[in-house]
């Protein structure tokens, strides 16, 4: 249904009013003179409007009544922004909807510059008579739009008469999240088409209340700063929430948009959407709050171009959206992943009297994603091998660098064997979907006197860490848990004055097939090539392989173990087996001898025959070693342990 204003209805009370003035006698007072010509004009005006002439072409409005002082409507908004355009009214909140002091002083300042006396801010019949004189719109009348027969510019004008149809709610905008500082953020979407002519929308009332059975904490200027109303991507009008009607009983702000023109041509079908401007700090208690917004029963009201107003009952269309945080709305988010330096478990050569600078502990990479972050604090777990002793025995000085940039700290004493260092003094800014490289180093303090030979150390960023991490978004919201992800673990890095250090050459694994009468079952060989450096003195192992993990009683120059992978790496102790352990390297006795600062190479070969059928790898786990032709006293992980690894190969039993 709509509601339609004729202008041949309305040229008829014009017609009738003059009627009546020209039969009053001559002796009717001036003043009720006066009035009802001032009724004439005004009506006057509302019909050149409909029709396309003097008062309601583009620009102008139809004035219904008079205004003063505590008028409020789209009619006090209208004047206001007329009023804007030719420099009276320069209220930085914009047209309000309100006729207060400064509108009374705008309409005075107008009357004084356009002769019309007195100048009392009174908007009556003399200035809107005043009004629709110096209000011409540049139409012609001509049927064309614009008076120049190209039909491309001022709407009114002519005959053309249609309406809005086919209206529908946009699903695409449906539980919108609007996030701080977010503008513009569509919440409601309605499409419709133009039927038989173009159309103008002049009017679009916007209503947002608190959905059923909640309760936002605050008042919607808590939550947003403006709303508009938009077609088809162009901006048609915007109101600050201040300005919109706030039913406080209820808790509903309604938001009356007039004097738009959004016009939609014949045969199109556009897009009206409502859009809304979060604010910038959102309290954290009010995050996930919800408000309806709707567009009334009634809400949208067009003009066809022979001045005929539709307003349309359509039903109300409404949808709910959530206030969040920037980070929240945005998908802000600190990302931690491992970086391809991180270092694998291994010897570190360090000095029996001297401190050892900047060993790396870990290397791992920081991304922000979806905006700036602002790191402040980072933390970083320490973790040493030896249950007796502090972190700080092991190291004085812990440092993190980031991008360039390094920040470090003192380690703490009594600490025990797990310490939490706090980088509490970086404000380090990552820029927008930036992905920076970091990395944790330690001095390590001289060995002698202060910890163990052997004895490791490591650095994690666990999720603890992690969710301690201090940082913020560029709104300077500051990120939750669920902004951080990530971990990043550290390898444990042995620290020796003196001993060995391995490196892998080469793995193989060959599969062997028994055909003969007594041996049906199949059989593989196993090869890792190593390589062994001596560090400060020389180092001998013993010719043999032991199956079995080391046990801290080194007793073989290796120790080995055969995994079935189909049951998930597990070390089997089943089946047959025979090993040996050859070397180029010197010999001295039943020993191989690696002399202080030479690398000689080593080869463990197995030859294993399971009772089941299913998937087998070598692993060496350990080198075992001395310092002399003896049983050897200390024994090296082989690490990193994929490195020391064959591929699986299927034994067939």
Request: with cysteine.
């Amino acid at each position: 249904m709509s509601k339609r204003i004729s202008a041949k209805v309305l040229a008829g009370v014009v017609a009738v009013g003059m009627l009546a003035l020209f039969a009053f006698p001559t002796n009717v007072g001036a003043q009720t003179i006066e009035s009802l010509l001032a009724q004439i004009a005004t009506l006057q005006a509302q019909l050149l409007a409909l029709q396309g002439g003097g008062g309601g072409g583009a620009g102008c409005y139809v004035y219904t009544r008079d205004l003063t002082i505590g008028s409020q409507g789209a009619d006090v908004t209208a004047l206001q922004t007329y009023l804007q355009g030719t420099g009276h009214f320069t209220f930085s909140g914009g047209a309000t909807g309100y006729f207060g002091p400064i509108t009374q002083s705008a309409v005075a300042a107008w009357q004084a510059a356009n002769g019309v006396s007195p100048a009392a801010g009174y908007w009556g019949p003399i200035s809107l008579a005043q009004y629709n004189a110096v209000c011409v719109p540049s139409g012609d009348g001509d049927g064309d739009g614009d008076g120049d027969g190209d039909g491309d510019g001022d709407f009114f004008g002519g005959n053309d008469e249609g309406f809005l149809d086919e209206f529908d709610q946009l699903s695409s905008y449906s539980s919108e999240e609007v996030g701080e500082e977010e503008e513009d953020a569509i919440v409601l979407g309605v499409e419709m088409e133009a039927v038989d002519a173009d159309q103008m929308i002049e009017r679009v009332i916007v209503e947002i209340d608190t959905p059923a059975g909640t309760a936002p904490s605050d008042d919607l200027e808590d939550y947003i700063e403006d709303v508009s109303v938009w077609l088809d991507g162009d901006e048609l009008g915007r109101m600050d929430v201040d300005d919109c009607s706030h039913d406080r009983s209820a808790d509903e702000y309604t938001c009356r948009f007039t004097g738009l023109e959004g016009i939609l041509e014949e045969g199109d079908v556009g897009e009206l959407t409502v859009a809304v401007t979060g604010v910038n700090n959102l309290d954290s208690a009010d995050e996930g709050d919800g408000w309806t917004v709707a567009i009334p029963a009634d809400g949208i009201r067009a003009a066809s171009p022979n001045g005929v107003v539709d307003e349309y009952d359509t039903g109300a269309f409404s949808e709910t959206f959530t206030l969040e945080t920037f980070a929240s709305a945005s998908g802000v988010e600190l990302r931690l992943t491992e970086g391809d330096d991180n270092p694998d478990a291994q010897t570190v050569a360090v000095d029996d009297t001297t401190d050892t600078d900047d060993v790396l502990l870990l290397d791992f990479e920081l991304e922000a994603r979806n905006a700036d972050i602002t790191v402040f604090e980072f933390p970083v777990l320490l973790t040493i091998s030896s249950t007796t002793q502090d972190v700080s025995d092991v190291a004085n000085r812990v440092i993190l660098e980031i991008d360039g940039q390094e920040y470090s700290e003192t380690i703490s004493t009594g600490g025990g064997d797990i310490q939490t260092v706090v980088f509490d003094d970086i404000d380090h800014e990552l820029s927008e979907d930036d992905k920076v490289n970091a990395q944790v180093r330690v001095d390590v303090n001289e060995q002698t006197g202060n910890y163990d030979e052997g004895t490791s150390i490591k650095a994690d960023v666990t999720s603890a860490e992690r969710d301690a991490i201090d940082a913020e978004d560029e709104t300077g919201e500051e990120l939750g848990t669920g902004d951080k992800t990530g971990t990043v673990v550290g390898e444990e890095q042995t620290l020796r004055t003196a001993g060995v250090f391995i490196d892998v050459v080469s793995v193989d694994e060959t599969p062997i097939e028994n055909d003969d009468a007594t041996t049906t079952d199949n059989e593989a060989e196993f090869k890792i090539v190593f390589e062994v450096f001596a560090l400060d003195q020389d180092v001998f192992v013993e010719k043999t392989a032991e199956r079995g993990a080391a046990d801290g009683t080194p007793a073989d120059g290796v120790n080995y173990v055969i995994e079935d992978a189909t049951a998930g790496g597990v070390a089997t102790t089943t089946g047959t087996l025979s090993s040996s352990l050859t070397s180029s390297a010197d010999t001295s006795g039943s020993f191989f001898r690696v002399s202080d600062g030479q690398t000689e190479t080593f080869t463990l070969t197995v030859v294993f025959d399971p009772e089941l059928t299913s998937f087998y790898q070598l692993q060496l786990d350990t080198l075992n070693f001395a310092s002399t032709a003896a049983v050897p006293t200390d024994e090296q992980t082989a690490t990193p342990v994929e490195d020391f690894e064959t591929d699986a190969i299927n034994i067939k039993n």
